[in-house]
């Protein structure tokens, strides 16, 4: 089966089963496993740790509707544990939504710092 066709069998209404069997290499047995559907989270935050002592590193993948809470709670934990310094990795970042980044920025920069701003031929320049 191909990725899509999996994903299309095993998504489905909470709380119903979907049987899975699995065949793996070298075996000709099939595992045959019963499992309740989920909603899976999807977090934003791949990871959170100190790199040092000092120095904390998170690992932001998208920005979401949770990733400025995501962050916030990642943050207080490296503080905790002595952050005094931050790599916050940003590669790979998909983007998401705007609101989501531009609070996160704002987290970062000074106050009245111009983060991005919006424009459009129907809409006047919007500054954030």
Partial sequence: MSKNDISAYLKGKKGTDVSLGILRTNSKYVYEYILEREKIPIHSIAAAYMATDKIGYIKLNKFSATSARELEQ?????????????????RNNGGGYLYAAIHIADQFLKNDELIVYTEGRKYQKKEY
Avoid at 74 to 90: E, I, V, Y
């Fill in 74 to 90: 990642a943050l207080r934990k490296l503080k905790d544990k002595g952050m005094k310094n931050l790599m916050l990795d940003l």
